[in-house]
């Protein structure tokens, strides 16, 4: 059972279908966001929402006939997941106009600036009764700006507004009216001529007709006009007295027959066109006079730009409501009592010095202090090499490293180390620096450990500048428990963004499970995943332990492949429906977005698009790889390898391997509790030791030749784990209790680069695997074809596109001449060898044997022949590195050979 099934089609026009029905106006007294439409909508109506082009002759397990598979239970799943996502659909559509305005809840929510003078601050909280806004700018005051249920600033859905006026400075007038707007980001504009209203209003008045301004000069009247005319001068003061409101179509009719004996106005006549549709009644001007004066009419736009004046008016006249820099948190008054917490959508969280409650930072630094973006971002090359990379111990020293001194130090190593991308982990704001940076507690601020949102704003840039992809690994799998600063009973009273009882619990980490279900949840993840790409400019995103959150028992159970283990009682539906969600809007976002799932049950079809019914990401990443790897280092003595259990593992699981991200050490090894393979492979071993250097040579020779066979034999993606291009000697570990709060492994040795030793060996060796795959393009080759496996000799020899590939693990035994089968006839050059004493081997082969030409002689069943030396791994030395030999001129296609694995260009004949 592989993770490549093509899975049937599900709707993929979440993003940007409109609703076919004409959206009714409801009152919202409450000033939530306004409804695309509403619970009154026709019966036929929903089912032209559902009903859209891409829907017609969908088959959600069709692909299973296709393919051969009879599973009915996973093919009545996918019926019922495709049903599923069709009704979250109209639930959305009912408040939403498509799911880019639901994942653009972050220009709403949180504290926003409005351009009338205020800031606008949003939390969604259902089970509180009051809430306030606190912080330095109004004392801590949990009274000053608040809102309470029942009144203006609390909606339906459990969503509380409040509005911050700017502090009018002294001896300034306020603004007379309502609509005056101001530019925050431009100090001199228009807006600063001087110009008065009164002024503007007399320029316009060229262009207003008589009783067009009637409602001008006043910042009520044009509302309560409007709402008398719809309810009457004694209407409704609350939602309970307005009760329903009719249709569109009821109302028109209705304020007509009132106003049918009404005197001519000098307003220009207009009429309701019906063609019969819904959605076709609208109000059109029938006079052709009036439709001529309109045509002919140029708005006055250089007087509504009078109208917003610059920040510098704004200055002059206005106080902040809130600095640039103050801290502040949300005040809520619960069924069990008052309460203060962290704004779910804060962007930059401080710890409290006293190791108390943490706080936001509201961060609006003035224009001339803002972070400018100077590089656009890269192409994305069509095969990844990623280093995945932890910015608080990129460091030598023994702390917490910053963004800029990463940006300084270990960018500009990676790309000489030839890779094309970073993923950063632990970016995103957490409590505890011992867990990694994974038990998250506010998804929208990048970790202040760290520096500020400018600081990561650079890091990406400079990336960028560099040519290199910047991606995230991101965990919406779970969420910390820390009810302080997280979201955990955010509002006091329920698990407003978690599962309530045992399922809102991970069952052994004690993390919070989200409600995937819920919309408002889905507004929260949907938007943070569109808020990184948009305001700091992420190239993608890995998708942490995609297991915890795809079944009820989070991943912990026995997979034997079978479909039944993907359909039962234990996988959570809402989970897959949001990864597919997730999917969907980051691809209509940005094209060229990069996704990838961490999957340890190879769930059936994580890389397929979703128009065929797959979860839609760009590539999955094989564990099973690594812990293979792990296994033989570990358990195994080295002349009892399994050649075929390596092949097996490494091209058995890679059917899809172009969505296969492959890897021989990531963070696992070295963070969580283990030790990298360096640590495993040299101990103790000393380089100026005699009684060391076996232990050197083999420990060089099988991590390079492990790293080279896992990066070229399959997938289209390949990561490497900070330092472990050269080889770090050390595991990874966190301050903690238990180590008495040390530093002095959380840190990366680069001083080890600075020394000709075994280090700087490995580190060329892996830099020139980069510049290889750079060159001839080895990681998006098409699949290989392994045409040599034997396990008495033990060597492995395949071809992966023009590439020929010759490893020979016998840790005695060595080949004088190898016979190997290859396609083309003509001369062979060895390209990369790693018994070249620059990758610490001993150099056995040499330049005048770089050379081999083919006979004709049928082996591996492959029409022609070469014979190869294959030196053993024992035949190793660890000397200073040396002069790379130049690849001969003429060279049309290039094989390989690695110290026991050989590489060869052929010369066409």
């Known amino acids: ?138 004392g801590w005051s949990p009274t000053e700006d608040s809102a309470r249920e029942g009144h203006f600033g609390h909606d339906d859905y459990g969503y509380w507004s409040i509005y911050l006026e700017d502090k009018l400075r002294e001896g300034e007038k306020p603004d007379e009216y309502y609509f005056q707007q101001y530019n925050y980001v431009d100090d001199y504009d228009k807006g600063d001529s001087g110009i008065t209203m009164e002024e503007i209003f007399k320029k316009m ?149 006293g190791g108390k409650q943490s706080c936001a930072v509201h961060w609006e630094p003035p224009p001339e202090s803002a972070y400018k973006w100077r590089n656009l971002r890269p192409k994305v090359p069509t095969a990844l090499r990623i280093y995945e990379c932890h910015v608080g111990i990129s460091g030598s020293e023994p702390k917490i490293s910053s963004f800029n001194e990463f940006t300084l130090k270990v960018l500009p190593h990676v790309k000489q180390a030839g890779y094309n991308v970073i993923q950063l982990m632990g970016v995103i704001e957490h409590k505890d620096y011992f867990t990694v940076g994974y038990r998250v507690t506010n998804l929208f601020a990048v970790s202040s450990r760290y520096g500020t949102p400018d600081d990561f704003k650079h890091l990406v840039d400079e990336a960028h500048g560099l040519g290199l992809l910047v991606l995230l690994d991101l965990v919406h799998s779970y969420s910390a428990a820390d009810e302080m600063v997280g979201l955990s009973l955010f509002d006091g009273s329920n698990d407003c963004y978690f599962h309530t009882g045992k399922r809102g619990v991970h069952k052994f980490w004690g993390t919070r499970m989200f409600k995937y279900g819920d919309i408002d949840v889905l507004q929260y993840l949907l938007s943070n995943l569109k808020w990184w790409v948009s305001e700091y400019q992420i190239d993608g995103y890995q998708f942490h332990s995609l297991s915890s959150m795809m079944y009820t028992h989070n991943g912990f159970a026995s997979f034997t492949g079978d479909l039944d283990e993907y359909c039962n009682q234990y996988v959570d539906k809402d989970a897959l429906i949001y990864l597919i969600l997730a999917n969907e809007m980051l691809h209509y976002l940005h094209p060229n977005i990069i996704t990838i799932a961490e999957d340890a049950t190879h769930y059936p079809g994580l890389c397929e698009p979703t128009s065929a019914g797959g979860l839609g990401f760009d590539y999955y990443v094989n564990l099973s790889i690594s812990e293979m790897w792990l296994w033989f280092l570990e358990n195994v003595p080295d002349n009892e390898w399994s050649m075929n259990k390596i092949v097996n593992t490494l091209v058995s699981s890679s059917q899809s391997g172009d969505k296969m991200l492959t890897f021989v050490e990531n963070h696992n090894q070295s963070i969580s509790g283990g030790r990298s393979f360096a640590e495993i492979l040299f101990g103790e ?27 070229s034999i399959s997938g289209r993606a390949y990561l490497n784990f900070m330092g472990n291009e050269f080889g770090h000697p050390e595991r990874v570990e966190f301050p903690m209790a238990g180590n ?170």
């Open 685 to 711: 071993a000393k380089e100026n030791s005699s009684d060391s250097i076996e232990v050197l040579r083999r420990g060089s020779s099988l991590h390079n030749m492990i790293k080279l066979i896992t990066f």
């Open 205 to 353: 008045d060229e262009y207003w007709e008589p009783g067009e301004d009637r409602y001008i000069n006043s910042r009520f009247e044009g509302p309560a006009k409007l709402y008398e005319k719809m309810f009457g001068p004694n209407g409704p003061e609350t939602e309970e007295e307005l009760g329903d409101i009719p249709d569109a179509e009821t109302r028109y009719k209705a304020y007509k027959e009132k106003h049918k004996d009404d005197p001519p106005s000098n307003l220009p006549p207009c009429d309701v066109i019906d063609t019969g549709k819904v959605y076709d009644i609208f109000d059109v001007i029938t006079d052709p006079a009036w439709k001529k004066k309109f045509r002919d009419k140029k708005p006055p736009f250089p007087y509504w730009l009078e109208m917003r004046k610059g920040r510098k008016a704004w200055l002059k006249k206005y106080i902040p409501a809130i600095p640039h820099g103050s801290k502040y948190r949300v005040y809520f008054n619960t069924p069990s009592g008052p309460l203060e917490r962290v704004p779910a959508w804060a962007t930059y969280v401080l710890p409290d010095v």
């Open 740 to 909: 008495n709060f040390s530093f002095s492994l959380a840190n990366r040795h680069w001083d080890l680069l600075m020394d000709e030793g075994i280090h700087n060996c490995l580190f060329s060796f892996d830099k020139d695997m980069m510049v290889l795959d750079e060159s001839q393009r080895i990681v998006s080759r098409g699949p290989p074809n392994v045409h040599h496996v034997n396990d008495a000799n033990m060597v492995i020899s395949y071809i992966r596109g023009p590439l020929l590939f010759i490893f020979n693990f016998h840790p005695v035994s060595s080949y004088e001449n190898y016979s190997v089968g290859v396609d083309e006839a003509g001369e062979y050059q060895v390209f990369l060898n790693t018994d070249e004493i620059k990758y610490g081997g001993q150099g056995h082969l040499q330049r005048e044997k770089y050379i081999r030409r083919t006979f004709s002689k049928r082996v591996d069943g492959l029409r022609n022949c070469v014979e190869v030396m294959l030196p053993s791994r024992s035949a190793q030395d660890v000397l200073a590195a040396a002069a790379a030999a130049a690849m001969p001129s003429g060279c049309l296609t290039l094989k390989i050979s690695v110290e026991n694995l050989y590489s060869f260009s052929c010369h066409q004949m």
């Open 1 to 138: 059972m592989t993770s490549s099934l093509s899975l049937p089609s599900l709707n993929t026009t979440l993003l940007t279908f409109q609703p076919k029905t004409k959206p009714r106006i409801k009152l919202n007294v409450s000033f939530h966001k306004c409804c695309s439409s509403s619970e009154q909508q026709q019966p036929h109506s929903k089912k032209k929402t559902l009903t859209t082009e891409n829907d017609k002759g969908v088959k959600p397990a069709g692909f299973l006939t296709k393919q051969g598979i009879t599973h009915k239970a996973f093919a009545q799943f996918l019926r019922e997941r495709h049903k599923a996502m069709k009704v979250l659909q109209d639930e959305i559509f009912n408040r939403f106009a498509n799911i880019m305005e639901l994942a653009s809840g972050y220009e709403l929510m949180g504290l926003q600036r409005n351009v009338q003078h205020r800031l606008d601050y949003m939390e969604w909280a259902p089970g509180a009764r009051y809430c306030s806004l606190i912080g330095d700018f109004n």
